[in-house]
């Protein structure tokens, strides 16, 4: 304990004894301020969550003969929509296919002729979907229990949401989807549904969210990584700056105009400030959006100026010196 006391009784002595000796130098030796530029820009601020999901079909549905055969034709493909009650497939059961392999060797007309009186059997659709696998092709044979085609009725996205940001999501949520495969590619979404149960995933306790798109693009397929960002709070389109550009004092917020002639202090100005996020601040008045910011810009000490501290060490001989330019 008295060596903690001491130690800041020393770092006092030492401020006190710099602040003496910067008060003491002349007036042409203290810095003087520099500004610099800030960015005003037009945008939308934007507080979000962000966690990673997986395409996934939110209805899967594996189609699978109602009788063992063989495939005599395949009419979809993979990524082809379909409608309920559309014929995918056609199916051979096992006796027709026999007899009609029969039929061929005593010639095209009496083979003919037993398609015409045994019938092939189709495979169709039971909703409105996209084609998302097709695990047969024709003259394949086929078992009542083997998956012929796979079908999905709408691609969503399900997200993994830790538990200490879960209570911030709720259904109707807006969220923005990006592709890990075409991360310059936003699709807006909506929360539909928030996992009751919790699930863990390397020691930590995640909820899972259904995400749906308003429009499902073209690129998309099943199984792909994406980011989904839960946007909780959103600015109206706004001018905004960074945060180190705007002073917070007794008047309340404020920001430096450039003055309108070189050598003049520039104008302190009164805004009014929203959101803030990431480094930039929303400016809901106060400014035109015409206005030249600027803020104070952060310079190292000039070699000359600091040599002469007794705090600093000097720059050493046949060396480079220890700051970098202003």
């Given at each position: 304990?008295?060596?903690?006391?001491?130690?800041?009784?020393?770092?006092?002595?030492?401020?006190?004894?710099?602040q003496?000796?910067?008060?003491a130098?002349?007036?042409?030796?203290?810095?003087?301020?520099?500004?610099?530029?800030?960015?005003?820009?037009?945008?939308?601020?934007?507080?979000?969550?962000?966690?990673?999901?997986?395409?996934?079909?939110?209805?899967?549905?594996?189609?699978?003969?109602?009788?063992?055969?063989?495939?005599?034709?395949?009419?979809?493909?993979?990524?082809?929509?379909?409608?309920?009650?559309?014929?995918?497939a056609?199916?051979?059961?096992?006796?027709?296919?026999?007899?009609?392999?029969?039929?061929?060797?005593?010639?095209?007309?009496?083979?003919?002729?037993?398609?015409?009186?045994?019938?092939?059997?189709?495979?169709?659709?039971?909703?409105?979907?996209?084609?998302?696998?097709?695990?047969?092709?024709?003259?394949?044979?086929?078992?009542?229990a083997?998956?012929?085609?796979?079908?999905?009725?709408?691609?969503?996205?399900?997200?993994?949401?830790?538990?200490?940001?879960?209570?911030?999501?709720?259904?109707?949520?807006?969220?923005?989807?990006?592709?890990?495969?075409?991360?310059?590619?936003?699709?807006?979404?909506?929360?539909?549904?928030?996992?009751y149960?919790?699930?863990?995933?390397?020691?930590?306790?995640?909820?899972?969210?259904?995400v749906?798109?308003?429009?499902?693009?073209?690129?998309?397929?099943?199984?792909?990584?994406?980011?989904?960002?839960?946007?909780?709070?959103?600015?109206?389109?706004?001018?905004?700056?960074?945060?180190?550009?705007?002073?917070?004092?007794?008047?309340?917020?404020?920001?430096?105009?450039?003055?309108a002639?070189?050598?003049?202090?520039?104008?302190?100005?009164?805004?009014?400030?929203?959101?803030?996020?990431?480094?930039w601040?929303?400016?809901?008045?106060?400014?035109?959006?015409?206005?030249?910011?600027?803020?104070?810009?952060?310079?190292?000490?000039?070699?000359?100026?600091?040599?002469?501290?007794?705090?600093?060490?000097?720059?050493p001989?046949?060396?480079?010196?220890?700051?970098?330019?202003?």
């Amino acid at each position: 304990m008295k060596q903690f006391i001491l130690a800041l009784v020393v770092l006092a002595a030492g401020a006190a004894a710099w602040q003496g000796w910067r008060m003491a130098q002349p007036d042409g030796a203290r810095a003087e301020p520099v500004y610099e530029p800030a960015d005003l820009v037009r945008t939308t601020l934007v507080i979000a969550i962000e966690s990673t999901g997986v395409v996934e079909p939110r209805n899967r549905l594996e189609i699978k003969p109602s009788i063992a055969g063989r495939i005599e034709d395949v009419l979809v493909e993979e990524g082809q929509a379909v409608k309920r009650g559309d014929i995918m497939a056609w199916l051979s059961s096992t006796e027709r296919a026999t007899l009609l392999d029969a039929a061929r060797t005593k010639g095209a007309a009496t083979a003919k002729k037993w398609e015409e009186i045994y019938r092939a059997t189709p495979l169709m659709a039971p909703l409105d979907g996209t084609v998302i696998a097709r695990s047969t092709e024709p003259g394949q044979t086929v078992t009542a229990a083997d998956t012929v085609l796979v079908l999905s009725d709408r691609l969503i996205v399900r997200a993994q949401v830790d538990e200490t940001d879960i209570g911030r999501i709720r259904t109707g949520l807006v969220a923005r989807i990006q592709l890990d495969a075409y991360a310059g590619r936003e699709v807006k979404a909506v929360v539909r549904h928030i996992a009751y149960e919790a699930i863990t995933v390397n020691n930590v306790t995640i909820y899972e969210v259904e995400v749906e798109l308003e429009h499902i693009p073209d690129f998309m397929k099943s199984g792909m990584t994406a980011t989904v960002s839960f946007e909780l709070e959103t600015s109206s389109e706004t001018w905004a700056l960074p945060l180190d550009a705007v002073r917070q004092g007794d008047p309340g917020a404020q920001v430096l105009i450039a003055p309108a002639q070189p050598g003049l202090a520039p104008e302190a100005r009164s805004v009014t400030t929203g959101l803030a996020v990431r480094g930039w601040v929303a400016i809901t008045a106060g400014l035109q959006g015409d206005e030249q910011v600027v803020k104070t810009a952060f310079r190292l000490p000039d070699e000359k100026k600091a040599s002469g501290s007794p705090f600093l060490p000097g720059r050493p001989p046949g060396g480079r010196p220890r700051t970098g330019p202003p």
